[in-house]
Antibody, heavy 120, light 108 residues
Framework: EVQLLESGGDLVQPGGSLRLSCAATGFTFSSHAMSWVRQAPGKGLEWVSALSGGSTITYYADSVRGRFSTSRDNSKNTLYLEMNSLRVEDTATYYC?????????????WGQGTLVTVSS | EIVLTQSPGTLSLSPGERATLSCRASQSVSSTSLAWYQQKPGRAPRLLIYGASTRATGIPDRFSGSGSGTDFTLTISRLEPEDFAVYYCQQYGSLPRTFGQGTKLEIK
């Protein structure tokens, strides 16, 4: 059974940093692109970043480029999101999502999400 | 950036009725690179449709997608009680990947 489990969400002050993790089980992690998608409280979905299976290709939304960094450790089946210079508007539930085997740019499995709150 | 506009914002229907949800793009979506997701309160999104019309694994055939270019539609042929949720379209033909703002399907 495919499972994605995010962790690392917390309350952090503006300008602070945080690292999120997403532990994957139940599939060959290295064979799938992975993404982060966030959802502000009561709002819609916002794509954050995408990373290829071999970490050779990375994409970011303009709103986080230069502040956030996505990486993965295929030996640990774990995806990461390093977040720096956090802003109030980064407050959201962050989901990791697996790229579909056929159409890698859509997300067929999602974690339960981890909440990041940026506030003073 | 491709902006996706979903309509209506809220759709009130009864179980057994047909639901038609619209997603309009600000520019043409390449290669029908359009997906639909369902999200229930407190839950992660669930992939329903990709490639504008291909059902994801395990999705009932009452869900169907259609469209191309800038106009896409998700149709639920006969609503079941578990179908009442928020639905999002997503384009993945160009960067950044973008989502629509969602359509809430509520019980009338």
């Amino acid at each position: 059974e495919v499972q994605l489990l995010e962790s690392g969400g917390d309350l952090v002050q503006p300008g602070g940093s945080l690292r999120l993790s997403c532990a994957a089980t139940g599939f060959t992690f290295s064979s799938h692109a992975m993404s982060w998608v966030r959802q502000a409280p009561g709002k819609g979905l916002e794509w954050v970043s995408a990373l290829s299976g071999g970490s050779t290709i990375t994409y970011y939304a303009d709103s986080v480029r230069g502040r956030f960094s996505t990486s993965r450790d295929n030996s640990k089946n774990t995806l990461y999101l390093e977040m720096n210079s956090l802003r109030v508007e980064d407050t959201a539930t962050y989901y990791c999502a697996r790229g579909h085997a056929v159409e890698v740019r859509v997300y067929d499995y999602w974690g339960q999400g981890t909440l990041v709150t940026v506030s003073s | 950036e491709i902006v996706l506009t979903q309509s209506p914002g809220t759709l009130s229907l009864s179980p057994g009725e047909r639901a038609t949800l619209s997603c309009r793009a600000s520019q043409s979506v390449s290669s029908t690179s359009l997906a639909w997701y369902q999200q229930k309160p407190g839950r992660a999104p669930r992939l329903l449709i990709y490639g504008a019309s291909t059902r994801a694994t395990g999705i009932p055939d009452r869900f169907s997608g259609s469209g191309s270019g800038t106009d896409f539609t998700l149709t639920i042929s006969r609503l079941e009680p578990e179908d009442f949720a928020v639905y999002y379209c997503q384009q993945y033909g160009s960067l950044p990947r973008t989502f629509g703002q969602g359509t809430k399907l509520e019980i009338k």
